[in-house]
T-cell receptor, first 121, second 110 residues
Framework: GAVVSQHPSRVICKSGTSVKIECRSL??????MFWYRQFPKQSLMLMAT?????????EQGVEKDKFLINHASLTLSTLTVTSAHPEDSSFYIC?????????????????FGSGTRLTVV | GEDVEQSLFLSVREGDSSVINCTYT??????LYWYKQEPGAGLQLLTY?????DMKQDQRLTVLLNKKDKHLSLRIADTQTGDSAIYFC??????????FGKGTRLSVIA
């Protein structure tokens, strides 16, 4: 089945530094990847959608200069949190899909990474 | 845009059935999904239902879909302590990413 590997699973960084989170599709080509942020006891908030080889599309209210997304290949997307602050501490989850059209579960419709817990101190 | 609503908490005794409800607004969704999230983990696809079905059963899981009322439910039979988690209803809106409900936190009391 489709597997999405997300690393690191946990990261603690100092305020002002940058952190890179990787999301890899291991056995399929992910034409589109989504980055979500989840606050404690809350739902997933879509941050951005990235298509391979294109600039990411950010949701309203998400700072594109702060959350840099790169999707340079069909198997790798990265999210870099630049100049991190304590309020950026959160759980970040990526999701990958392949193809276009309706999301068919058996055809790698949506596959989620295991998430990254970012703590900024 | 799509709006997905779920109740936030459910508490059941071990061995009882759990029913988690979800309502949505976009009637064009082809598939509707249930995801499970255990503490500190990502999302695991639990089950899904195609929009032309009313019911789908998969071992202890039963999904009911009422398209007229735009209501989706997940029933877990013989609920176990290992079922304690947050369950998300998710609905694609056209060709956009999944829209998630806020999640229902299921607590199973031994």
């Amino acid at each position: 089945g489709a597997v999405v590997s997300q690393h690191p699973s946990r990261v603690i960084c100092k305020s002002g530094t940058s952190v890179k989170i990787e999301c890899r599709s291991l056995d399929f080509q992910a034409t589109t990847m989504f980055w979500y942020r989840q606050f404690p006891k809350q739902s997933l908030m879509l941050m951005a959608t990235s298509n391979e080889g294109s600039k990411a599309t950010y949701e309203q209210g998400v700072e594109k200069d702060k959350f840099l997304i790169n999707h340079a290949s069909l198997t790798l997307s990265t999210l870099t949190v630049t100049s991190a602050h304590p309020e950026d501490s959160s759980f970040y989850i990526c999701s990958a899909r392949t193809g276009t059209g309706w999301f068919i579960p058996g055809n790698y419709g949506y596959t989620f990474g295991s998430g990254t817990r970012l703590t900024v101190v | 845009g799509e709006d997905v609503e779920q109740s936030l908490f459910l508490s059941v005794r071990e061995g009882d059935s759990s029913v988690i409800n979800c309502t949505y607004t976009d009637s064009s969704s082809t598939y509707l999904y249930w995801y499970k999230q255990e503490p500190g983990a990502g999302l695991q696809l639990l089950t899904y239902i195609f929009s032309n079905m009313d019911m789908k059963q998969d071992q202890r899981l039963t999904v009911l879909l009422n398209k007229k009322d735009k209501h989706l439910s997940l029933r877990i039979a013989d609920t176990q302590t290992g079922d304690s988690a947050i369950y998300f209803c998710a609905v694609p809106s056209g060709n956009t990413p999944l829209v998630f409900g806020k999640g229902t936190r299921l607590s199973v009391i031994a």
